[in-house]
């Protein structure tokens, strides 16, 4: 059986297809801006409530940013590990969650978001890579054609999957926590793009945070750890209904510092090889 979706999910969805095609069609709009993080508390919004008729909104619900068709559909595919779900609950998950058997028995439980949502994350967070957001205005199809790249790695980082608990099947079988490997050495990724805690902390820092060996002592030098695992799962659910990501803009915002270095200003550069210098810092 596959997963089963609230009634809430399908409105958030229709309303959010409705807006999207009022603002702008297929075409995103210009980039979001490029400040600082917007940290929220991990419990904001409300737990599901029980399937009815009509549900409401969860509060503070933002309907996805329009995005290009190209970059939804470079995201719009079933997780694999949606093979038989139900919805179940997790512990400091706000939302409805889905308990999954796949794979000839293994068992994850997930908060997988929807393409929608994750366009909407990457064309806010595309905005902190200035060599990207110039293209909007400069380039269009590259610009859109660089969005997709990010979508890419995405997929092959995560195929959407944010495991709240349970296994994984990668090229072996991981067991996760709020998004983190429970038996990570180094890097220790939080999942759905991948971010390590140094690339968090050096983002919060440069954006008038905590300081960043302040931020990397909390959340642990190297292996799992709670710390970071609650932030993980804190900032996935700050974000769940939401159009910003502090993750996605973390990771982004480190990969705009490597195009700096390696290409002309933004306004100059090549739009093709700015593409090309993306798809080398993030591969599918």
């Not at 969005?147 to 890419?152: D, G, H, P, Q, R």
């Not at 999957?161 to 998004?179: A, C, H, M, N, S």
């Amino acid at each position: 059986m596959g997963p089963r979706r609230r009634p809430r999910l399908a409105v958030a969805a229709a309303l959010a297809a409705l807006l999207g095609a009022a603002a702008c069609g297929d075409a995103a709009d210009a980039p979001a801006d490029a400040g600082g993080p917007a940290i929220a508390d991990a419990g904001a919004g409300g737990a599901a409530d029980a399937a009815d008729a009509v549900a409401p909104l969860p509060p503070g619900w933002e309907a996805p940013l329009p995005a290009p068709a190209a970059l939804v559909a470079a995201l719009a595919y079933k997780p694999y590990v949606e093979e038989s779900c139900a919805p179940t609950t997790y512990p400091g998950w706000p939302y409805e969650a889905l308990a999954c058997t796949y794979g000839g028995g293994l068992a994850v439980t997930v908060a997988n978001p929807s393409p929608e949502r994750v366009a909407a994350w990457i064309v806010d967070a595309a905005s902190t890579i200035p060599h990207v957001a110039a293209l909007a205005a400069r380039d269009r199809a590259r610009y859109e054609a660089a969005l997709v790249v990010i979508a890419k790695n995405v997929t092959g980082q995560s195929t959407r999957i944010f495991p709240l608990t349970g296994q994984v099947r990668e090229d072996k079988v991981y067991r996760f926590e709020k998004g983190v490997t429970r038996t990570c050495v180094s890097g220790c990724y939080c999942r759905i793009n991948s971010l390590e805690r140094t690339g968090y902390c050096a983002y919060v820092a440069a954006h008038g945070g905590e300081a960043e060996a302040a931020c990397r002592a909390r959340l642990g030098a190297s292996g799992f750890t709670a710390a970071w695992a609650d932030q993980c799962l804190a900032n996935h659910a700050a974000a769940w209904i939401k159009n910003r990501n502090e993750h996605f803009r973390a990771r982004l915002w480190g990969v705009g510092k490597a195009l700096a270095s390696s290409l002309p200003p933004p306004d100059a550069a090549d739009p093709a090889r700015v593409v090309e210098a993306l798809a080398r810092e993030l591969p599918p």
